[in-house]
């Protein structure tokens, strides 16, 4: 085995004075979670220049068994990107590899480097008339690789789909150092496993995603967004079946904000609007869009509004006038998730299927309260594709380091719902280290036994990103 020493001063010689970090000051980034829930230490930060420098890197960590966590934007809820606390793992930052390697307009599909930020892609689409539609809170720092390594879900997957549908190819550093070149730009491919689907959503633990070929779409001419002021979370659901059915392809986007979470987002952060005249239990921000003009888009959310009106299924609703005010409304749903940053909150990011989301609020609200009365749940998010941002934000006026100690107990309460409701205990940002032992509780044994064959098959070292996702 390599002297792992002399494997590092070859790493360094590898990506060249600008391609590494070894102060601790300027490591600091890439240590800490976003949430700050972990903080890792590292000898080196490696920063690549391309998929060449990745692939030699690589090898070298192979030869000596230095595990490596590769990185992003580093915008990951679930601990996967941060190095763990022994300073063994080296981490292997993607963001100098950003550059946009081919466009095609034509085949609607743009062929992309791991580390470009997630806004400069749609910046990019959008200059030759196209839409990369995969956006989320974090799109101004995380980057395409990381998207890919989590398969981001955000707030247009209910029209385009989470990000595994908008890839058609992949090229990875394998854990012994080979490039597969899978960038195939096909709408049309049987030859096989796609395996290119083990790598997203994989959260790096089975190599290093360099450059992928995702999918481009029609730009949206015109887009309507309104926020709805509803009693009843049941009514919310109702909603939505009816929106979709009556806009079909063309609802982009039905997310939920519970009064109580835009209460915070008043006190908290500013620029909050409150939209309506009176206070509702629930709010529901819709957006709407279509890629060919004059299409009657804003008439036909009218109508569906006066008859949801009619029918008193909403209270009251505001339909932005502008592309400004419709900033507003989104900046609500925004706010709404950084309010909570300012008291103990414990978090879950579940989904059920679509039928019963209202079940799940109503029978996990009663759940946690009945544990914990003054207990504050905020039901938030991605209603439309069942996925629910379960947060419990602490009683007024608790000691937060106690209230957040009671974590496991709180999960307990929520997943036992979803186990009812056969949802899934993390619809969205992954697995990483907060829920790798979770989750085996609520996968099925064959299934868990699978995932370690595939990460043995392929990583038999154990060197990419270890301790994440699966244990072995
Ligand atoms: P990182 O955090 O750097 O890494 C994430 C995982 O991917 C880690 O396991 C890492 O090891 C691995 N990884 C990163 N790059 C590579 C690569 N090139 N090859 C192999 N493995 C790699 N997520 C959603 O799904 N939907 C949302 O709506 C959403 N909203 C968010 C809002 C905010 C304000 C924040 C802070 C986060 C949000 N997230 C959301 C979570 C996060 O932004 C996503 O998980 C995002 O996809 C992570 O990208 P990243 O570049 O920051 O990856
Ligand atoms: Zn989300």
Redesign the pocket.
């Known amino acids: 085995m390599v002297d792992i020493e002399k494997a590092l001063e070859r790493i360094k010689t590898v990506v060249g004075p600008r391609g590494w970090i070894a102060d601790p000051a300027e490591q600091e980034p890439y240590l800490v979670e ?2 700050r829930l972990w903080r890792g230490a590292t000898r080196l930060v490696i920063r690549p220049a391309s998929t060449e420098e990745v692939a030699a890197v690589v090898r070298t960590c192979a030869e000596a068994r230095v595990p490596i ?10 601990g ?2 941060v190095p763990p606390e022994d300073g063994r793992n080296i981490v292997l ?2 963001g100098r590899m950003n550059r946009i390697r081919a466009i095609d307009p034509v085949n609607f599909t743009m062929t992309v480097e ?2 470009c930020i ?1 806004a400069h892609l749609h910046e990019a689409a959008a200059e030759v008339d196209r839409l990369f539609p995969l956006s ?3 799109e101004g ?15 247009a997957v209910l029209r385009y789909g ?2 595994r549908e908008l890839t058609l190819g992949l090229e ?1 550093v394998l854990p012994d150092g080979r490039i597969w070149d899978g960038l195939r730009g096909l709408r049309k491919d049987n030859t096989g496993y796609d395996l290119k689907q083990l ?1 997203i959503g ?4 089975l ?4 450059a992928a070929t995702i999918k481009l779409f029609p730009k949206p001419r015109e887009i309507e967004t309104a926020l709805l002021g509803l009693s009843r979370v049941e009514d919310v659901m109702a909603l939505f079946a009816r929106a979709r059915a009556a806009t079909g392809d063309q609802l982009t986007a039905f997310e939920l904000i519970p009064r109580a979470a835009l209460d915070l987002a008043l006190v908290h952060i500013p620029g909050t609007i409150d939209p309506l005249a009176q206070p509702h239990p629930s709010y529901v921000l819709l957006e709407m869009a279509s890629s060919g003009t004059e299409s009657g888009l804003r008439a036909l959310l009218e109508r569906l509004l006066e008859t949801a009106l009619e029918q008193e299924l909403i209270g009251d609703g505001v339909i932005a006038g502008s592309s400004q005010q419709a900033k507003q409304l989104w900046h609500i749903r ?1 706010a709404i ?2 309010a909570q940053l300012y008291s103990g909150s414990i978090k879950h990011d579940v989904s059920v299927p679509v039928s019963r989301v209202a079940d799940f609020i109503i029978r996990a609200t009663t759940g946690v309260t009945d544990r914990l009365p003054g207990i504050r749940p905020m039901a938030f ?2 209603v439309g594709d069942g996925n629910i941002h379960f947060n419990l934000t602490q009683p007024e006026g608790a000691d937060t380091a106690a209230y957040l100690a009671r974590w496991q107990e709180f999960n307990d309460i929520v997943h036992g719902v979803v186990r009812e409701l056969h949802g899934s205990i993390s619809a ?3 697995v ?1 280290r907060l829920k790798r032992e979770e989750i085996t509780h609520y996968k099925p044994a064959v299934e868990i036994e699978l995932m370690r064959r595939v990460k043995r098959a392929l990583d038999p070292a154990n060197i990419m ?1 270890p301790g ?2 699966v244990s072995l």
């Open positions: 976003a949430r966590v590769p990185q992003g934007g580093n915008t990951g809820l679930v996967g990107g930052a993607l791991a580390g997630l989320l809170g974090a720092s995380c980057q395409i690789g990381g998207n890919l390594s989590t398969n981001a879900g955000g707030i989470n990000t990875v790598f994989g959260e790096g633990t190599g290093i995603i360099t925004e998730v950084e998010g991605h969205e940002h992954g990483g990103n994440k996702l």
